[in-house]
């Protein structure tokens, strides 16, 4: 099971870009990247998924260098309910692979 | 999208009573179901895995007849704390990954349910 690591937290403020970056070195070869979001008292939400170079969505987007050993999700022009703490995980998708949650990032937007 | 419910959302039970958690997939077949529980401030902690018709797979530490799992169905998995203490009391979570009726392998969490134990 690939190990990431992630900044514990990060603050910013509204309108600015956000750059969540997350190590993964020992990402196998049939691993995806997904990100997820957390409010307190709510179960993760998905952001983002990707596997290689990058992937866009109406939220994010995710940059995965060639290597894959780490990603970064980007929020474009945050506002307050952006707020949470965010998940970097790695796995494949068989039924079979667990997926165990590293520390996450505790993101913090300021007016 | 895809949806996961979980129920109840709050509980509070007197210690050395059982709660039952259900979690279920409302419009997909879940062919794999995870738990996890929370404490505050901290990450979530992966308690078991389970497959549809078959015995839950535990984590090392977890008592499995302390936190009994069931998955009857391909849509419905139960976890039942049994005894409870108030050291017990946390947020649990559950998530389902789909099978062929979502994208192969995506994961769906639940609402979560916030446990008290007095």
């Known amino acids: 099971l690939a190990k990431t690591t992630q900044p514990i937290s990060m603050d910013s403020y509204e309108g600015q870009e956000v750059n969540i970056t997350c190590s993964h070195n020992n990402i196998a070869t049939n691993d995806y990247i997904t990100w997820y979001q957390q409010f307190p008292s709510q179960g993760p939400r998905f952001i983002i998924q990707g596997y290689k170079t990058k992937v866009t969505n109406e939220v994010a987007s995710l940059f995965i260098p060639a290597d894959r050993k780490s990603s970064t999700l980007s929020l474009p022009r945050v506002s307050l309910s952006d707020t949470a703490v965010y998940y970097c995980?790695?796995?494949?998708?068989?039924?079979?692979?667990?997926?165990?949650f590293g520390s996450g990032t505790r993101l913090s937007i300021r007016p | 999208g895809a949806v996961v419910s979980q129920h109840p959302s709050r509980v509070i039970c007197k210690s050395g009573t059982s709660v039952k958690i259900e979690c279920r997939s409302l419009d997909f077949q879940a062919t794999t179901m995870f738990w996890y529980r929370q404490f505050p401030k901290q990450s979530l902690m992966l308690m078991a895995t389970?497959?549809?018709?078959?015995?839950?797979?535990?984590e090392q530490g977890v008592e499995k007849d302390k936190f009994l799992i069931n998955h009857a169905s391909l849509t419905l998995s139960t976890l039942t704390v049994t005894s409870a203490h108030p050291e017990d009391s946390s947020f649990y979570i559950c998530?389902?990954?789909?099978?062929?009726?979502?994208?192969?392998?995506?994961?769906?969490f639940g609402e979560g349910s916030r446990l008290t134990v007095l």
């Open positions: 998530s389902a990954r789909g099978g062929r009726t979502v994208a192969a392998g995506e994961l769906f």
């Open positions: 389970s497959n549809e018709g078959s015995k839950a797979t535990y």
């Open positions: 995980l790695v796995g494949d998708s068989s039924s079979a692979s667990k997926i165990i």
